[in-house]
């Protein structure tokens, strides 16, 4: 129990860091905290094997933070809340059959990404395979996708 105060207080220092973090390289707790913060949190009375471990779960949590932060930009592309100049529309193709889309569908695509349907809906009479698909951002916010041929767009969020 002694322990888990420490490590979510950590996790949390870590957390309000990360932006700086993610460009600077992982920094070790005992590194970023002076001998007083070390006291108050309890840090000081580890021993080196569980300061180790300690860093190393912090190291592996940061990682995989950076990454997700990375995968969300590349998501909501780098322009910010009005698309900018750098955010690049997805063209790919729908795998499989596809009749269309309702508020919750998810849309495999053949590039690997799954995006789903958050506003709109749209039926096709007859089912398409492999249908071209577009996914834009929107001038505000937000992601569009649209099918080759149809007019209707619906408004997706990625969700791998």
Partial sequence: MRIRLPLTLAAMLLAAAMPAIAQDGYVKIEQRLSA???????LDGLSAEQLALLNELLRQDRQSAVQAY?????TRGSGGWFGGNDTQPVTSTVTGEFRGWSNGTTLQLANGQRWQVTEGSFYLGKPMADPRITISPGKISGWYLQVEGQNPRAKVKRID
């Fill in 36 to 42: 007083e913060q070390l006291r108050a949190t309890g």
């Fill in 70 to 74: 990375q995968k969300d930009a590349q």
